[in-house]
T-cell receptor
């Protein structure tokens, strides 16, 4: 069964450093998302992406964040200058077309720790 | 803005028994989708069940079923014949059919299954 994959599974970085989180959505999906979950809290929406552009972003998604689909398979989230409060689990999700096109399928997440 | 409320931070059930997790939501939209996701200790987000608001029939997936009350804006999850592997965080989530199509999550319910 197709699944969303994410790399790396864990990342430790120093405050102020740039990180790139990578995702490979399900191949025939059209809509891509990033969410984050700070430990012990709810999952929060960051950004959605469709047709090679951002379709919506939350107030969390400030100028420090950017997304890109550099080729036909990868979807990346870049944090330019990480802060301590960026420590969280970051989930990529995708959804497609057909009968269950509204269902978002999540990757296993990247656990980011900023020191 | 849509909100999702899960009023039970923790629930406990005996193995083989039935448990119901509550979720209420607030929206002004008439068409939308509701989901339950399971998050085990690995922190992966796993889809449990989905419900389209235009369907009156409650969704079922094996041991999992929902009680969808559109007028009351209530969407509870019933787990029958609970198994040890059901122990996890359960998140209720909402997605509108127009405008914002990102998921809005509740704060989660931690389910413990006692042997």
């Amino acid at each position: 069964e197709p699944e969303v994959t994410q790399t790396p599974s864990h990342q430790v970085t120093q405050m102020g450093q740039e990180v790139i989180l990578r995702c490979v959505p399900i191949s025939n999906h059209l809509y891509f998302y990033w969410y984050r979950q700070i430990l012990g809290q709810k999952v929060e929406f960051l950004v959605s992406f469709y047709n090679n552009e951002i379709s919506e972003k939350s107030e969390i998604f400030d100028d420090q964040f950017s997304v890109e689909r550099p080729d036909g398979s990868n979807f990346t989230l870049k944090i330019r200058s990480t802060k301590l409060e960026d420590s969280a689990m970051y989930f990529c999700a995708s959804r497609g077309s057909g009968r269950v096109k509204e269902t978002q399928y999540f990757g296993p997440g990247t656990r980011l720790l900023v020191l | 803005a849509q909100t999702v409320t899960q009023s039970q931070p923790e629930m406990s059930v005996q193995e083989a028994e039935t448990v119901t997790l509550s979720c209420t939501y607030d929206t002004s939209e008439s068409d939308y989708y509701l989901f339950w996701y399971k998050q085990p200790p690995s922190r992966q987000m796993i889809l449990v069940i989905r419900q389209e608001a235009y369907k009156q029939q409650n969704a079922t997936e094996n041991r999992f079923s929902v009680n969808f009350q559109k007028a009351a804006k209530s969407f509870s999850l019933k787990i029958s014949d609970s198994q040890l592997g059901d122990a996890a965080m359960y998140f209720c989530a909402y997605m509108g059919d127009t405008g914002r199509r990102a998921l809005t999550f509740g704060s989660g319910t931690r389910l413990q299954v006692q042997p």
